[in-house]
């Protein structure tokens, strides 16, 4: 048996500035669902927790508390999904 060796990195943002890559993902939902965009100084604000939470506080302000207490799950879901769609096509 011969052992293998393996690196890995966090790219948390310290190693890659990922956050253009998010304004961009995050602003192709807001327009398609109506909402306004951000810039990406905005997005540094935002960014932890998920594509769910950062649309919440994008949205409406505080992801636990807020974004939770909108009705309408199906809405919530679908904006995360498209998100992480349009990411992983273009910076994937």
């Known amino acids: 048996m011969t052992q ?3 690196i890995l990195f ?3 943002g ?3 500035d990922t956050a ?8 192709h ?3 398609k669902y109506g909402y306004p965009t951000k810039s990406t100084a905005d997005i540094r604000n935002l960014v ?10 994008s949205i409406w302000g505080q992801a636990k508390k807020e ?3 909108v009705a309408d799950q199906k809405i ?3 904006m995360s999904k498209d998100f992480v769609e349009y990411y992983g096509k273009e910076y994937y």
Request: aromatic share 6%; charged share 25%; glycine share 12%.
């Open 48 to 57: 932890g927790q998920g594509a769910g939470a950062m649309i919440g506080r």
């Open 4 to 6: 293998k060796y393996s």
């Open 67 to 69: 974004y939770h207490s």
């Open 76 to 78: 919530k879901d679908k």
């Open 20 to 27: 253009p890559d998010l304004m961009n993902a995050h602003n």
């Open 10 to 12: 966090d790219l948390d």
């Open 14 to 16: 310290t190693l890659v």
């Open 29 to 31: 939902v807001m327009k």
